[in-house]
T-cell receptor
Framework: GDSVTQMEGPVTLSEEAFLTINCTYTATGYPSLFWYVQYPGEGLQLLLKATKADDKGSNKGFEATYRKETTSFHLEKGSVQVSDSAVYFCAALGAGSYQLTFGKGTKLSVIP | DAGVIQSPRHEVTEMGQEVTLRCKPISGHNSLFWYRQTMMRGLELLIYFNNNVPIDDSGMPEDRFSAKMPNASFSTLKIQPSEPRDSAVYFC?????????????FGNGTRLTVT
């Protein structure tokens, strides 16, 4: 079956630091890829997505590029803010599938 | 759009009691999912409905768990009898269709504590 592996947390950064959260996947065919963010006490919210190789998803200063050759979808942000503190989930949706496969989540804390 | 609405937000109950969690998906969304989130196991898919029909309930942990979707705008997840190990955050999520690449929309969850 499909699987998603993302870097273990927690990650603690100072404000304005560069963020990378690694994510790799295994899936048959070409899945759609997603990053979700979960703020404390809330459900998961879609942050960005990419549906085919070399697509770049972006939102709120975050970016991720669908790399078929390395089966990766790493999340990056050039300058994090305290308000970015949350748990980030990478997810894959296999072609024709109904079920999203989630990574275990990476908790990010940004300190002033 | 009000998003996916779940109730209650918090539920505290004693072991052995029946618990019912409720979900209203986004209007027009044909697919509905129930997830459970714990520190130990992360996000687990419990059951998936498409057009109000249960398609995959292989994630339902035990017969104590049951889910229904009587119409397109309402679903319930019931635990009877509840046990302390059922304590978790339960999320409902919906998306427009089956087999497309549209993202899931999550509710804010129900935090269940069984004492």
């Amino acid at each position: 079956g499909d699987s998603v592996t993302q870097m273990e947390g927690p990650v603690t950064l100072s404000e304005e630091a560069f963020l990378t959260i690694n994510c790799t996947y295994t899936a048959t065919g070409y899945p759609s890829l997603f990053w979700y963010v979960q703020y404390p006490g809330e459900g998961l919210q879609l942050l960005l997505k990419a549906t085919k190789a070399d697509d770049k998803g972006s939102n709120k200063g975050f970016e991720a590029t669908y790399r078929k050759e390395t089966t990766s979808f790493h999340l990056e942000k050039g300058s994090v803010q305290v308000s970015d503190s949350a748990v980030y989930f990478c997810a894959a949706l296999g072609a024709g599938s109904y079920q999203l496969t989630f990574g275990k989540g990476t908790k990010l804390s940004v300190i002033p | 759009d009000a998003g996916v609405i779940q109730s209650p937000r918090h539920e505290v109950t004693e072991m052995g009691q029946e618990v019912t969690l409720r979900c209203k998906p986004i209007s027009g969304h044909n697919s509905l999912f129930w997830y459970r989130q714990t520190m130990m196991r992360g996000l687990e898919l419990l059951i998936y409905f498409n057009n109000n029909v249960p398609i995959d309930d292989s994630g339902m942990p035990e017969d104590r768990f049951s889910a229904k979707m009587p119409n397109a705008s309402f679903s319930t997840l019931k635990i009877q009898p509840s046990e302390p190990r059922d304590s978790a955050v339960y999320f409902c999520a919906s998306r427009p269709g089956q087999g497309d690449n549209s993202p899931l929309h999550f509710g804010n969850g129900t935090r269940l504590t069984v004492t």
